[in-house]
């Protein structure tokens, strides 16, 4: 099932930061990459390591603990099959941010430009 979360205002996530929500006990980050943005779980899904300080390189976030990178847009390390975050949809409603969460799985990743 999936319910919509005000993850915050708008205007607090300019181009190029992110931002920590907790909402039912899961840890999000959410990102502003060139303005769009993008959500995802607080977690590294290899050692469960907190990503929300991990090196930003465009959509591509380093894990401080390992090194694992994952594009945050799609949630997929580079290349074919390979871990994958726990991805969010997220969109600005007139000056909010509204997050979705969702119980189901995270898909399974395919090749991806890294």
Known sequence: MSCQIPA????????????LVFVDGRSIV??????????????????GASLA???LE????????HGLRFDVATGCMPGKGGLSLTTFP???IAGTLELTV????????HTQPG
């Not at 959410?30 to 050692?47: D, Q, T, W």
């Not at 969702?102 to 990743?109: E, H, Q």
Request: net charge negative; aromatic share 2%.
């Open 58 to 65: 465009g959509r591509m976030i380093r894990c401080p603990a």
């Open 90 to 92: 997220i969109q600005n």
């Open 8 to 19: 915050g205002s708008a205007d607090e996530l300019a181009p190029g930061q992110r931002k």
């Open 30 to 47: 959410v990102f502003n990459i060139e303005g769009a943005l993008c959500a995802v779980e607080n977690s590294c899904p290899h050692n």
């Open 53 to 55: 300080g991990g090196q």
């Open 102 to 109: 969702d119980d189901a799985p995270a898909g399974p990743c």
